[in-house]
């Protein structure tokens, strides 16, 4: 089948993570009920000075239940204006069922609110609170999310363990998760400190295709997310006295200059068997 890709864009927020908001949206989108999800987190730990402790990428993992979630979010939240009449009543019952039926597009991935003016830090407050669906090994597991890790933190000897860590994490998703149940792998390119570029959504998807095969995991939806503010807006108008030159640096002698890395790729996987 083709693999349905797609751009998300997200409002920066002073106290939670990217990778967190990113993650808390897709448990939004591909959640759902009557099911547990769980976050596995990635950490990356450095080599002491002596190189004694070798580098490596350390795993940890949460569990969750996705109906706690759905729970939190009712329609009692919305407030419709009530003028006291007959139609005030009827306009308010319209307004409730025009937003029960988006709810319910959007829980279908029908419709999307991702927006440059979607915000997603009420939905990520309720999610952190959440607690797993008991008993947990009679609840399926339908969602297994890993944020990505920001490029900021990487250097060259964190590379491969980063990907054997992800391998190790599809081999275990592939086991654990439900049919149908989804895999979410959050990665982001990486430019060492020596200046090389590291294509880690590319070579993470072959390494995943590779130890696990299109057999029992396969692509199903590839998701490009950026925070705000690295694209020109739309409604920006240049006049003559706004305007600045741009001066092509490419060949200029004595420059390193890169485009920074601002955003992500998320893989989405669907266990077959």
Request: glycine share 8%; aromatic share 6%.
């Amino acid at each position: 089948g083709v693999v349905m890709g797609s751009v998300w864009t997200f409002e920066a927020h002073p106290v939670f993570l990217f990778s967190h908001l990113c993650m808390s949206r897709m448990v939004q989108r591909f959640g759902r009920d009557e099911s547990n999800w769980e976050q596995i987190d990635i950490v990356l730990e450095h080599a002491d000075l002596d190189g004694d402790q070798p580098t490596n990428a350390k795993i940890t993992g949460s569990g969750h239940s996705n109906d706690e979630l759905d729970d939190g979010q009712t329609d009692s939240e919305t407030e419709f204006p009530d003028n006291g009449t007959r139609a005030g009543g009827y306009e308010r019952e319209r307004q409730r069922q025009i937003q029960q039926n988006r709810e319910q597009l959007l829980h279908l991935g029908l419709v999307s609110e991702l927006g440059e003016n979607s915000t997603d830090t009420a939905h990520y407050q309720t999610m952190v609170a959440m607690y797993p669906r008991l008993p947990i090994e009679f609840t399926p597991l339908a969602l297994i999310v890993v944020p990505h890790v920001s490029n900021a933190d990487f250097k060259l000897c964190h590379v491969e363990p980063y990907r054997r860590a992800l391998v190790q994490i599809t081999h275990d998703a592939s086991r654990r998760l439900c049919p149908s149940g989804l895999l979410v792998i959050g990665i982001q390119d990486v430019r060492d400190e020596h200046g090389k570029l590291w294509p880690l959504g590319m070579l993470v998807l072959e390494d995943v295709q590779r130890a696990v095969g299109s057999i029992r995991l396969r692509l199903k939806e590839f998701i490009v997310v950026v925070e705000n503010g690295h694209a020109r807006k739309r409604d920006d108008v240049v006049s003559r006295e706004t305007f600045m030159d741009e001066e092509c640096v490419i060949g200029a002698v004595g420059t390193d200059i890169h485009v920074p890395i601002v955003h992500a790729y998320y893989l989405v996987f669907m266990k077959l068997k």
